[in-house]
Each structure stands twice: as structure tokens, then as C-alpha cells.
């Protein structure tokens, strides 16, 4: 009994300090690289396809991938501490430079990875590529912009220059001078729209991010997209950091639609999924309409 | 006996020596939940005091903002000087944006204190109009004056009220704690605040045509309140079938009542995309198509889907519209049409088409603005040639093209030549006023990472 009262005793001792190193474990192991979350991914997605790591891609540097590291680095004579730092970087691969942009390896292109895996998407959906989408311009990459070059006529070198771009309706501007921004509007709309209504219906999301914009326009709300959404208490998103989530391409478009004056709730300011809302002023709005699961009231 | 107790020292000895295997254990992990501990709340603290420490400076932004707009106004009530009343209310509707702001920053309940956010918006917009009239030259009438002071009375009443609050603000009052504290759908410090706009202040109505408006809020539909053709659901039903090459069923989602009153449809085309369809209950019209389709290569040129467009619009009844503007964003292109009369593009009926470049398919439509701003009417003469508007333009731009318009600028129809011109790498389109010869408006064209837009 005894044995079995200390047994039970250490293991729950055990437990309580794990659980509790869990919680914060993203503080302990972020000390342990100095690349960001998309290039943590990278890295994850490398490995696998190397066969150093076969857990999931996420962009989080935990023990799963620390492992994948020091058995990489123990094959490439690093030091196996599992710390990704540059040199390991630049043995998977990845160009840390000091403007810490992810620049692709082959020099096959002048864009960062971002573009890289705007077009790799785009090929992927359009059928030239398969996969995976990951923002380096690899061999596979190469092959599938050959084959997007040669069937438009383009010169089949497989550079993915300005041209190439404009042919996948990719727009890259020319300039980053005084006529270019960031579009930080649409950004953040189709976050909130992708952390808001993501299982919702096309119109639905276009729902959304109209209410957004018409208390952008009315008296009663705060005068910016960016004041509507953070504003306290406006939006779970926020509260629950879901507005921090990568919009997918459907976000961005509803987005963009309702910037453009789409708006097929004719100007409702509020919203709420009648099977949880708890709010009572909000019931005594009056409805205008229904859209998926939620309800939009003025 | 003897072996016995010999057993049980030996068992004494085993147990001694595992509790203290586990008290060390303990004592080692109470030691380190401890440090973590302390480390954790550290952090929180540290937190919880630069929330605190942003709040209360949103708060006193606030109360200095509202103070200085009280000063100002009380300085318009005293002054017949048009030039310098100008300048103060541009001076106050500059202390409302901010007031605005900073009030939008602190952690109140959106529905507690809506009053007072329109209050201090419409504030600010009523005398952003004023001032711009006194810009045109224009002086501002006794009834202006009269709403004024009505204003000045209720900010006034604000100051005093945010000022009490300071009062509690000074003793040890902290906004975050207060805002955890919940009262149904309010916090303490949203019923604390609510004190300057329920203490007897009274907001008077401010009849104007400028930001925040009224007028704005509620907008009439012009194109159809004298129409009494009322069409059933079975119509609108049948408009759909007409319009698109439908897959299926066409379900029937219910009614949109708001500014427009809508029979609102769901179905799918050949192509398999999903659409969403709200046709007006008045006359039976295509108001909002939202439509998209997956990621798909595209197989049209933008003439081709220009042409499938144009004659869309036509099957929806709403007269004679041109290509106004047009841009191709991924593999969709969005064009505006607007009616022409008289060699004029009337902007303010605009309707907005999406194509998929893909299957030429028509994936949105939004005729929002045609229907509520749409009216038969008369184009005024330009008293000013393109000649005498064009010497407003600087000779450092690139003149690329001109065309007549009636362009909505400040809440209001202007007939205006637009120049598009070209600078330094950057399009710009300046509107110069066809009736006085002065420039309204300048609009940039913005390079983004999603096309361009226009500012």
C-alpha cells in the first residue's frame, strides 16, 4: 500500500511539474532559435521530407522538432544542442539575412517567400504543381513554373520574374517608393472576417466585414477599420485571439468585396449566432436578416 | 518475535527511505511551481500595469480633448469673425476625432456609452461642415449659430460630468480592475463612465450634409419609392432563373427588411460556384450577387468578360450604364458601371460587377448605390471650359485623359472635369469644378500588395 501511496505521490508530483513547465513552454524554447514562425515551418516541412521529423507543420518550435534538429545537425557535424540558430539554418537551407526575409536558395528568383508561396498556391490550384507549398523555390517549384511558362508562351527558363507573376495575377509592384502600401486594411478585415465567420457562407463573410465597415461610417463607432475591430469588448476574435489566424483566400476575397461596396445586409452594425449570443441589448435590435448561422441587426 | 521485528526494521529502514525520496521530490517541485510562480506573476503584473497605464492615459487624452473642445466652441459663441470661427471649429472637430479615439480605446461596453461616441462624431462633423462652408465663402446662418450654442451647452454638460469622474480617477481608481467586474452586459467602469451622458445632458439634433450625418445613416432609395410594383417570392425566383445558368434548386432563405426589402436566394451554377442572390421586393431587381469560385486559371481576356458583363446589366433592366473603370484582381476582374447623360458620368449610380476570368461566369454584383442614388436629372451646364480647368492643373503632370462627371465629394454631387494625370511614377485623378473652376478633389492611385486603390 505503501509503495503503491509513494508511487502515486511521485507521479503526481511529476504531472503537476510537467503540466506546469507545458504551459509556459513556449517561453522556454523560444530562446532556442532565432527564426520566426514561417520559417520554423519551413524547417518542419524540410526536415519531413528529408526524414529527419514526422510530426505535423505548425511554425512551433517545440521538442518534436528540436529532436528533428539535433538529428540533422549529428548527420551535418553541427553542434547537436538542438539550438536552430543561422548555421543550422543555412544548412536546411534557409538565408537569414539581417533583413530577416526568408529569401529563396537557388537565386531563381529576386522574391521573398511570401510571393514564392503566393505563386506555389496559385500553380497548385491551377494544376502545375503539387506540393507542398512552402515558400522556397525548390526544383519542384522550378519544374512547375517551366511548365506555366511554356504553356503561355513565356520564355521557359523557369526564372519567376515580374512576368511570370503577372501571368498567375500575382501583382508585385515595380516601386517601394511613395506610391506603394501595404494594403493593411484588407489584412486585417480578412482576419477578422477569417477569426469571425470562417464556417459561414460566401455572402455570410461578406456580411461581416461589411458590419465592420459600416460602423467604420457610423456616428456611433469609432471612425477606423482598425478601432472598429479592437475596439473593447466589439469582437470575440479579439478576445480570444483567433483574429491572429492566417486568413484563407475566401477571407481575403469577402474582404476585399465589402472594400468595394458589396454589403448584403444594407447597413447592419451588429451580428451574433442566436445559439450562443448571451447578450440581451443586442436580442432587442432589430433584425434585418439572417445569413448562415448569423443573425444581423441595426 | 525476534524475526519478526528484524522483517519489520528492514521494512521501517525501505519505507524511511522512499518518504524521504518523496519529500524531496516534493520539496523540489514545490520549490520550482514556487519560482515559476512568482516569475508568472511577475510577468502578469507587469502586464496588468501597462494596461492600467494605457487606460488611464486614454482616459485623461480624453477629458483633455473634451476640455479643449469646451474651450474652443465658447470661443466660436463669441466671435462674428468668419475667418477666425472657421479656424476654431476646425480646432474642435480636430479635439472630437481624438476625443473619439482615446474613447474608443478604453474598455467599455459598446452599447453602454453609444450616445455619447455619436454625440462627439457628430460634433466633430457638424463643425468640419461649418468650417468648410466658411472656406466657400459662405457665412454660417442664425439657425447654425443657434445649434452652436445648443452644442457648446452639451459639451458643456460632458466636461463637468468627466470632470466629476476625474475626481474618483485620483482615488486609487483603477480602470482595468473595474472593467473585469461585470454588471450583466456592463462593467463597473461602462456605468461609471455612462455618467456623462445621462447626467441631464441633452444632445441636440444637427441638420446637416457632411461626415456622420444623419442623413447618411438613413438613406432613402431614390429609384424606387415612388414604384408600387410589389413582385411575390415566385418572381424573384424566376428573375434568378433567367439571369443565371442555374444548377438545381434555387432555395429560398427568407427576406432581408432593412433599407431595401429583399426576397434573398441561394443556388448553384454549372460551373459549380455557390451564390447568394437578394432581389428588391419593389420592381423585382438584382440588388447583391456574392459569388466566388475556386482558384481557378483563367481562360477569358477582360474584353471578353467585359462583353458577358455589359450584357448582364442589360437583362437586369436598369437602362444604359458604361464601363467606367475596371481592374483584374487574381483571377477576377471587377468593373464599375455608371449611366453617361449628356457626354457626363453620373458616379453617383454606380453598379459593380465581378467576373471570373476563369469561365466568364458573373460571381457578384452590387446595385446598392444605383438604386438608392439613381434619379432622372437634369445635367447642369459647365460654365467653365475644359481649357480655363485644365490651367489648375500644375504643367509638371501628364495629362492622360479628361472626361465630364458628376462626382459625389463632401456628401454632395458636383459636376466636375476629371483630369488623370501622371507624376513621379504615380497616376493621380484631379476633379476640378465645372461650375467654379476650383480643384475639389485630388485622388492618388496606391500601389498595394493587392492591386492599387485608390485615396
Given amino acids: ?56 507543420v505548425t511554425g512551433y518550435y517545440g521538442e518534436l522538432t528540436k529532436a528533428g534538429v539535433i ?52 500553380l497548385l490550384n491551377w494544376g502545375y504543381f503539387d506540393g507542398p507549398v512552402t515558400g522556397n523555390y525548390g526544383p519542384l517549384t522550378t519544374a512547375a513554373v517551366v511548365r506555366f511558362q511554356q504553356k503561355h508562351g513565356l520564355n521557359a527558363e523557369g526564372y519567376l520574374g515580374p512576368q511570370t507573376l503577372e501571368k498567375l495575377g500575382i501583382f508585385v509592384p515595380a516601386s517601394t517608393g511613395q506610391s506603394y502600401t501595404n494594403n493593411a486594411d484588407l489584412d486585417l478585415l480578412a482576419r477578422c472576417v477569417y477569426a469571425e465567420a470562417r464556417g459561414e457562407p460566401y455572402a455570410g463573410q461578406v456580411a461581416v466585414a461589411a458590419v465592420v465597415l459600416n460602423r467604420v461610417n457610423h456616428p456611433s463607432f469609432p471612425n477606423t477599420i482598425s478601432e472598429v475591430i479592437y475596439q473593447p469588448y466589439a469582437f470575440t476574435a479579439v478576445a480570444d485571439r ?17 472594400l468595394n461596396g458589396w454589403d448584403p445586409t444594407y447597413g447592419c452594425l451588429f451580428y451574433y449566432n442566436p445559439a450562443v449570443a448571451t447578450s440581451q441589448w443586442m436580442f432587442n435590435k432589430p433584425v434585418a436578416t439572417q445569413i448562415g448561422k448569423h443573425v444581423f441587426a441595426y | 518475535m525476534k524475526k519478526s521485528r528484524a522483517i519489520s526494521k528492514e521494512q521501517y529502514r525501505k519505507i524511511n527511505s522512499y518518504l524521504i525520496i518523496t519529500i ?85 461596453s459598446i452599447n453602454g456609452i453609444e450616445e455619447s461616441i455619436k454625440f462627439i462624431n457628430q460634433l466633430g462633423g457638424y463643425c468640419e461642415t461649418l468650417s468648410k462652408k466658411i472656406t466657400d465663402n459662405k457665412s454660417i446662418t442664425p439657425q447654425e449659430k443657434e445649434t452652436l450654442q445648443q452644442l457648446y451647452n452639451s ?39 455612462q455618467a456623462i451622458h445621462t447626467n441631464d445632458v441633452e444632445y441636440p439634433t444637427m441638420i446637416y450634409d457632411g ?16 414604384s408600387t410594383t410589389v413582385i411575390d417570392e415566385e418572381r424573384a425566383r424566376e428573375l434568378i432563373a433567367k439571369l443565371f445558368d442555374v444548377d438545381g434548386e434555387i432555395t429560398y432563405m427568407g427576406d432581408t427588411v432593412h433599407n431595401f426589402e429583399t426576397f434573398d436566394f441561394t443556388f448553384k451554377t454549372k460551373s459549380g460556384n455557390e451564390n447568394f442572390a437578394q ?47 475596371h481592374d483584374i484582381i487574381a483571377s477576377n476582374a471587377y468593373f464599375n458601371f455608371a449611366p453617361i447623360k449628356n457626354g457626363v458620368i453620373l458616379y453617383p449610380d454606380l453598379i459593380k460587377v465581378k467576373c471570373s476570368l476563369a469561365t466568364s461566369e458573373i460571381l457578384g454584383y452590387e446595385a446598392r448605390s444605383y438604386f438608392i442614388n439613381h434619379i432622372e436629372r437634369t445635367i447642369p451646364a459647365f460654365t467653365i471650359s475644359q481649357a480655363q480647368a485644365q490651367t489648375k492643373i500644375k504643367s509638371a503632370y501628364d495629362i492622360i485623359g479628361v472626361r465630364k462627371v458628376l462626382a459625389p465629394i463632401e456628401f454632395q454631387e458636383v459636376l466636375c472635369y476629371e483630369f488623370e494625370c501622371f507624376y513621379d511614377d504615380t497616376t493621380y485623378y484631379i476633379y476640378v469644378n465645372g461650375v467654379t473652376g476650383s480643384v475639389v478633389n485630388i485622388l492618388k492611385v496606391i500601389q498595394t500588395n493587392d492591386g492599387s486603390k485608390i485615396m
Fill in chain 2, 279 to 325: 432581389i428588391s421586393k419593389t420592381e423585382g431587381h438584382l440588388i447583391t450577387l456574392a459569388g466566388q469560385e475556386q482558384d481557378r486559371e483563367p481562360a477569358y481576356d477582360i474584353n471578353e468578360v467585359m462583353t458577358r458583363a455589359r450584357s448582364f446589366i442589360a437583362k437586369n433592366g436598369v437602362g444604359e450604364v458604361e464601363v467606367v473603370w
Fill in chain 2, 155 to 193: 459639451l458643456l454638460d460632458m466636461k463637468i460630468s468627466l470632470n466629476k469622474i476625474s475626481n474618483t480617477m485620483n482615488n486609487k481608481y483603477s480602470i482595468l480592475e473595474n472593467s473585469l467586474n461585470l454588471e450583466k452586459d456592463y462593467n463597473d467602469f461602462t456605468l461609471q463612465l
Fill in chain 2, 24 to 108: 524531496g521530490v516534493l520539496v523540489g517541485a514545490c520549490i520550482f511551481l514556487g519560482i515559476m510562480l512568482i516569475l508568472t506573476n511577475q510577468v502578469a503584473t507587469s502586464n496588468a500595469t501597462a494596461l492600467e497605464a494605457s487606460y488611464q492615459k486614454s482616459y485623461y487624452n480624453l477629458v483633455e480633448n473634451i476640455n479643449n473642445a469646451e474651450t474652443e466652441m465658447s470661443k466660436v459663441l463669441l466671435t462674428d469673425d468668419d475667418k477666425y470661427v472657421g479656424e476654431l471649429l476646425t480646432k474642435v472637430s480636430k479635439n472630437t476625432h481624438n476625443a473619439q479615439n482615446n474613447l474608443s480605446l478604453l474598455p467599455i
Fill in chain 1, 71 to 122: 538529428r540533422f545537425q549529428r548527420k551535418h557535424g553541427l553542434n547537436p544542442e538542438g539550438y536552430l540558430g543561422e548555421l543550422t539554418l543555412q544548412k536546411i537551407g534557409i538565408n537569414v539575412a539581417p533583413t530577416a526575409t526568408a529569401v529563396s536558395f537557388t537565386g531563381d528568383t529576386p522574391y521573398d517567400s511570401t510571393i514564392i508561396r503566393r505563386a506555389q498556391e496559385r
Fill in chain 1, 242 to 258: 483567433q483574429i491572429y489566424l492566417t486568413p484563407n483566400q475566401a477571407a481575403y476575397n469577402a474582404a476585399r468585396d465589402a
Fill in chain 2, 211 to 226: 461626415p456622420f450625418a444623419d442623413s447618411q445613416i438613413t438613406q432613402e432609395i431614390k429609384a424606387l419609392k415612388n
Fill in chain 1, 1 to 56: 500500500m505503501k509503495k503503491r501511496y509513494l508511487f502515486f505521490t511521485i507521479m503526481l508530483a511529476l504531472v503537476i511539474t510537467f503540466s506546469f513547465i507545458e504551459s509556459n513552454v513556449q517561453v522556454f524554447f523560444a530562446a532556442e532559435t532565432i527564426a520566426n514562425e514561417s520559417q520554423v515551418r519551413v524547417v518542419q516541412q524540410r526536415l519531413r521530407d528529408w526524414g529527419y521529423y514526422d510530426g505535423p
